[in-house]
């Protein structure tokens, strides 16, 4: 939208402005532009006013969209005496006018009517009206006066004049805006290079580029629109860097002041004024800014039909903000970042949902799942700071807190007020009550979890499950968390995840001492060797149980490694010792556990080395076990199960088996990997990590470094789609007549050597 002042006869420009505000934008015009920017087909508008001198730009005036690109001056006048007596002189001064105010852009339009040439007697032809003219004002510029021939009649003569003039008035009026904003763009590169000086605002500095931001909006050039927001949203993000960095600008010091409102992003406006103007006034703290700035980023990209780009510079915006009020040290109250989070979220997917069919957004799925999973951790936070998942409900102090959060708030905004599920009822309604949190909670989650795993993302399904899993676990209902807590470990573990592993069976081992399931995931013996199998056994007043919370958890910890603390060891060693010790209930059952998180087996020596034995012979087994425990432990029996063979060549089939693996000295080696568990994170290949420098090709100055990794593509090999995550269990174990024992023994931590002897 152009301005343009209209001078002279108003009740004959009256007449023609329905016809050439209809008519003026209707064919496009190529714009060419500086710096070698490619050119662009665009329709030009205009706004007509009334001429007044007041309305002319001042010196230093930065206003691009009021600014007046063309001055048009209307006239029929057909009469001599009369140009002489009155024309002239008003030309004249509208001429001085807007040499003062370095106005050179205008045009002289004279309307021919012949209606009002029959009713002279005494006039000399058009065209020595139109000459006068023209050698009063025009000389050097001819161009600048132009005729319209009877442009309220309807024939091909008028057409063809009506054609000639908008062309000439698109070509000057193009002409005009293209020469202003190459001024003003360079006036506003002028500004962005002083930001180093004292005193300069960057505030002042942003309504000046989004003056130009709002001129390419009013062309429909949506990109350079975007453009403009995109780099003031980079060099304030530049300035909080800094400021971190211990660089920072004085004008920073506005946007630290205490966040005392939360309410949101909003994007249902196409401007929101409100935050406008506290930028304007420079009183807009740090949220302020990047609201108002996301959401004429948002209205541009909805423009552009690109809705899925919201959404992921939603969530960029989302988590940078709470990082850059930490570098700002901006107070904020606890929770209300959560609240700011989580109505900024689901605005966001409700401003796609308006624009999207439901076809479009089950299809991408991909691009919204991220702030769907970042609203259902923020509402989980407020849950737990305001008591809404503790056992006996909010106290005094959370009601407190849930008043203040809500306070904060605000009124709803009209434009919401009749929607029943915005934000900010959702909001409202889930800090009501216990049950209303609930039910938000687990709807979020819910969805969520669904979302990931249709997209394939089964990692992140997991982790969601797994705070769906605390959540009950609060609640106390361990058994529903007990489903997502063994889905996340079975995943885990196919994929060797040793860190959170060791989280998830502590985790686990918490819900099975609540469920009181003892018998519940035990463990399989594993499969040594071909011949003989080893059964480890803790004997008190139980035939070795070991209560369930250690079947998943403690005796899978308690074998030591880097992902838990010696504490955490002893701890959980200490749970299987109690719960050994406590009284039978007399029904001998037997709870098997895996042996390799409790001891190893390092290696077995035979004697004779051949480990075979005619009848009344004496077999003699040394068996070197590594105590994995962090204490000493009593051991009431160990126990070795022999399986003896008397198939036919027994012996031949024996020696062959033990020259093909090497036995040296009737000594038989272990490896430390335990069946089923071999994609570990140890098998991987050593990381390749290098320094990485960057720096600027003008001063050669450090612009960033970092460490990269050079061997990526090794150590995050995509699995097989059609490999199983399910982890393959050892070999049951019978019992046997053939039994090797130990009494009374004691395991030290680390190595232990025990000697079996049988005829």
């Known amino acids: 939208m152009k301005t343009s002042l209209s001078a002279g006869d108003q009740n004959l420009f009256s007449s023609l402005y329905p016809t050439l505000s209809q008519q003026l934008p209707r064919e496009p015009m190529e714009w060419r532009r500086s710096y070698g920017r490619a050119p662009k087909m665009i329709h030009l508008e205009s706004n007509f006013v009334q001429f007044k001198e007041e309305l002319l730009p001042k010196e230093g005036n930065k206003a ?3 600014f007046p690109f063309l001055h048009i001056y209307w006239t029929e006048c057909c009469d001599t005496e009369v140009y002489k007596a009155t024309v002239k ?73 009506w054609n000639a003039f908008l062309t000439k008035l698109r070509t000057l009026l193009l002409m005009s805006f293209t020469k202003n904003l190459g001024k003003f763009e360079d006036d506003m590169r002028t500004l962005r290079e002083k930001r ?39 060099l304030f993000s530049q300035y909080v860097v800094n400021f971190g960095a211990g660089d920072g600008a004085n004008w920073l010091t506005f946007f630290c002041q205490p966040v005392r409102s939360w309410n949101g992003l909003v994007l249902r406006k196409p401007i929101d004024m409100e935050k406008r103007e506290l930028i304007q006034n420079q009183e807009a703290t740090l949220l302020d800014l990047r609201s108002y700035l996301f959401s004429r980023q948002c209205t541009l990209l909805i423009f552009l039909q690109r809705p899925w780009e919201v959404s992921q510079r939603a969530l960029e915006l989302l988590h940078n903000c709470v990082q850059e009020l930490k570098l700002l040290e901006v107070s904020v109250p606890p929770g209300a970042l959560d609240c700011w989070v989580f109505l900024s979220c689901l605005e966001v997917l409700q401003r796609i949902e308006g624009c999207c069919d439901r076809s479009q957004i089950d299809a991408n799925v991909s691009h919204t799942v991220g702030l769907w999973s970042y609203a259902t951790e923020k509402l989980k936070s407020l849950g737990y700071l305001c008591g809404l998942v503790s056992e006996n409900g909010p106290n005094s102090e959370d009601l407190n807190r849930t008043v203040d959060l809500l306070a904060g708030l605000g009124a709803e905004r009209p434009e919401t007020a ?89 985790q686990l081992a918490e819900c099975q001492k609540h469920l009181g399931q003892i018998e519940k995931y035990p463990s399989k013996e594993e499969n040594w060797w071909l011949i003989c199998y080893v059964q480890l056994i803790v004997v008190s007043s139980k035939s ?35 719960f050994a010790e406590q009284p039978s209930d007399g029904k001998g059952q037997k709870v098997i556990l895996s042996m390799h998180p409790f001891a190893q087996l390092k290696n077995l020596h ?41 198939e036919k060549n027994s012996y031949r089939k024996t020696a062959e088996w033990l020259t093909k693996h090497k036995i040296s000295n009737g000594i038989i080696s272990f490896p430390n990997e335990v069946v089923g568990f071999s994609l570990t994170r140890s098998s991987l290949p050593m990381l390749e990590l290098y320094e ?15 460490i990269i990794c050079k061997n990526v593509h090794m150590l995050l090999r ?42």
């Open 718 to 759: 995509r699995q097989e789609s059609s490999s199983s995550l399910e982890v393959p269990t050892g070999l049951s174990l019978e019992d046997g007549a053939h039994v090797l024992k130990c009494s009374n023994m004691i395991l030290e931590p680390g190595i232990n050597k025990i000697t079996f002897k049988t005829q």
């Open 606 to 646: 035979f004697d004779p080395p051949n480990a075979v034995i005619h009848v009344g012979g004496m077999l003699s087994i040394e068996l070197t076990l590594v105590n994995q425990m962090p204490i000493t432990i009593n051991i009431d029996q160990i126990a070795i199960n022999v399986h003896f063979s008397i």
């Open 418 to 506: 009749n929607t029943a599920q915005s934000p900010y009822k959702k909001l409202k309604e889930a800090l009501s009550s216990v049950e209303a949190f609930e039910k938000h909670y687990l709807d979020l989650s819910h969805a969520t979890i669904e979302m990931y795993t249709n997209i394939g993302r089964i990692r992140s399904a997991k982790l969601v499950g797994k705070d769906l899993a605390e959540f009950y676990m609060k609640k106390r209902s361990p058994q529903r968390a007990e489903v997502y807590l063994q889905g996340a470990l079975k995943t885990y573990l196919a994929e060797g995840w040793a860190l959170l592993i060791t989280h998830t069976r502590k």
């Open 64 to 66: 691009l969209l009021t």
């Open 692 to 706: 990485m420098y960057e720096r600027s090709p003008s001063d050669n100055s450090l612009n960033t470094t970092g």
């Open 544 to 578: 070795f149980s070991v209560c369930s919370l250690n079947c998943c958890g403690g005796m899978d910890m308690i074998s030591g490694g880097c992902e838990i603390s010696e504490e955490e060891r002893k701890h959980f060693c200490q749970e299987i010792l109690n």
């Open 196 to 234: 180093t000086e004292p005193g300069w605002s960057f505030c002042e500095y942003f309504m000046v580029q989004e003056e130009l931001a709002f001129v390419f909006e009013m062309l429909q050039q949506f990109e350079d629109a975007l453009v403009q927001y995109d780099e003031l949203d980079a």
């Open 89 to 161: 002189d008003d030309i004249t001064k509208w001429q001085n006018v807007l040499k003062v105010h370095s106005s050179m852009d205008w045009l002289i339009v004279v309307v021919e009517c012949d209606a009002k040439k029959k009713n002279k007697t005494n006039i000399l032809p058009r065209t020595s009206i139109v000459d006068k003219i023209r050698n009063d004002f025009c000389n050097k510029q001819s161009d600048r006066c132009v005729v319209l021939s009877d442009p309220l009649k309807d024939s091909s003569r008028s057409q063809e004049s």
